[in-house]
């Protein structure tokens, strides 16, 4: 480099000075030999492309620049060497940007030809690029736009390009509206196998991710599997067996998820399964994943799902979260249509036990009704004999009335056998209460006179009630307390008391006579409504 008298540097010195900086590709550039390149020494390029140069390396958004037609030289800096790969990265500085991507230039060739020959920028977003990097074919995304970049002839001599990769938001939404979609449509459905059915089809939507897929549940042996749905196979096929033991290793390896519990790989399925084609892409899905369904309280799992992987996608550890959701909700579909169906049968059951109680009172009380009805005959002849002592048509008075409130009873019974079977209407009708009341408490009128007690009934008229019909076996127990037999002296008092709009039946007793120190081992008093 020659200097000046002055000490600057003269007219053909190398001022590198818009290369500094850069990190990693700003020292790349300063490094590289570009006399061997289309554009030649760094210090001979013209100003339109040192000012552009100077500005990608100093950026830390992502930039290319291609220069000159048809050379497409490519300068970039840090932020686009994801964008390149481990395949591309660094070895195609300097180099045409052509060959770097001729995967892809049937697609961006045209693009940048057009900025060359009119000037005009174009704006792409979201663009599908099948690119070279980490795969062979990979599927990514891109926002960019080419702009021209003006020589000093007032021409087009290069193109800035300042781009973002959106491939993890695209293939992201991508798989969220299918976890949506699955998750709406599975809790529309009754059974397990329509539940696994109904999850598979909407992932039949989403071939990019889930090329094919196949649900496998147990069966109640726990030593096989069968196929309960599939997409992109027909059941029976070589890859989507209808059954397969859990010992089998030619096929799906689900005895070792089984006893696992863990997701396994499985890779080459064209040797395998003879799969050649499956999925949107021409290349076949050569490898799959297959995944345990769990159950909430059992220890092992009770279906297995299997998904095909996409040949254009790595499986990384965002990948192997989403498959693993679509075997989260599977999982949870078939607990609850398990549990639902389970319900249902106990429902099931209980109403068949209600139905055979129904049966078996109605069998019962038309049994009971048979001998009443020939009880009940004799009985009212006799009791209307005049021939018969008083002593004797007492006693037959009492078989009688107990005999007709046993029939009752036992019609009581029926109806409420026939309420519980649904064929039966309420018919109301006036019951005079007071009257029913002294008819129930004579009943017990010669066990209180063998007793040696005083029965009271105080039954006042009072207002008219409408209802089904009486209920007087709780107060009849009343009058059969044990008590009634201990006080020779004691008294019952049964009567009905007409307050406001309520009615009822009041039972007291009073202990005449009884000593202070048994005071503590009969209450004292009782009252009850009904």
Not at 191 to 202: I, L, M, P, Q, T
Not at 509 to 515: A, V, W
Request: aromatic share 10%; charged share 20%.
């Amino acid at each position: 480099m020659s200097q000046s008298s002055t000490g600057r540097p003269g007219p053909n010195s190398a001022d590198l000075s818009f290369l500094k900086g850069g990190g990693e590709m700003g020292e790349r550039m300063r490094a590289f030999d570009w006399s061997s390149s289309p554009v030649g020494p760094a210090a001979e390029w013209p100003a339109s492309l040192k000012t552009a140069v100077s500005i990608c390396i100093g950026s830390r958004y992502p930039i290319v620049i291609w220069w000159g037609h048809p050379a497409y030289t490519m300068f970039y800096n840090d932020g686009y060497i994801p964008i390149l790969g481990v395949t591309k990265h660094p070895g195609w500085l300097g180099r045409s940007g052509q060959e770097c991507w001729k995967e892809i230039w049937s697609t961006v060739g045209p693009m940048l030809d057009g900025v060359f020959a009119t000037g005009v920028a174009t704006w792409s977003e979201d663009l599908l690029l099948v690119m070279d990097r980490n795969l062979p074919r990979e599927e990514t995304y891109f926002t960019f736009s080419y702009s021209p970049i003006q020589g000093d002839a007032d021409k087009v001599d290069g193109i800035f390009c300042a781009c973002y990769e959106t491939t993890g938001r695209v293939v992201n939404e991508r798989r969220l509206q299918t976890l949506r979609d699955l998750g709406r449509t599975v809790i529309e459905v009754r059974s397990v196998d329509e539940a696994c059915d109904v999850a598979v089809k909407s992932l039949a939507t989403n071939t990019y991710d889930v090329p094919f897929a196949l649900v496998y549940l147990l069966e109640d042996d726990a030593k096989q599997a069968r196929l309960v749905c599939s997409t992109s196979f027909e059941a029976g096929e070589p890859a989507a067996p209808e059954q397969i033991a859990l010992n089998d290793s030619h096929s799906w390896p689900l005895g070792k998820v089984f006893e696992t519990g863990e997701a396994e790989l499985v890779s080459n399925l064209a040797n395998r399964f003879g799969i050649t084609t499956c999925g949107p892409w021409p290349e076949p899905c050569d490898s799959a994943i297959v995944l345990p369904i769990a159950a909430s309280g059992y220890g092992k799992p009770t279906g297995f799902f299997v998904s095909g992987l996409s040949p254009r996608r790595i499986v990384d550890a965002e990948y192997r979260s989403f498959l693993d959701l679509i075997a989260g909700h599977i999982s949870t579909a078939v607990a609850n249509k398990r549990a639902y169906e389970e319900e249902r049968k106990r429902s099931e059951a209980l109403a068949e036990i209600d139905r055979a109680k129904t049966a078996f009172f109605s069998n019962v009380s038309h049994e009971f009704r048979t001998p009443l009805t020939l009880m009940l005959g004799p009985l009212e002849e006799t009791v209307d004999d005049s021939r018969l002592p008083a002593r004797v048509t007492e006693r037959l008075h009492v078989a009688y009335r107990n005999s007709i409130r046993l029939l009752k009873l036992v019609n009581t019974l029926l109806d409420f056998s026939r309420l519980e079977a649904g064929r039966i209407e309420a018919s109301y009708e006036a019951i005079d209460l007071a009257t029913l009341t002294g008819e129930l408490a004579s009943m017990f009128r010669s066990a209180t006179d063998k007793a040696a007690l005083n029965l009271v009934v105080n039954c006042s008229p009072g207002w008219p009630l409408y209802g089904t019909g009486p209920r007087r076996s709780p107060l009849g127990g009343r009058f059969s307390d044990p008590a009634s037999q201990r006080w020779p002296t004691s008294s019952e008092r049964p009567a009905t008391r007409p307050e406001s709009s309520a009615s009822g039946t009041w039972v007291t007793r009073t202990r005449i006579g009884r000593s202070t120190r048994d005071s503590t081992r009969v209450s004292t008093t009782s009252a009850g409504g009904s």
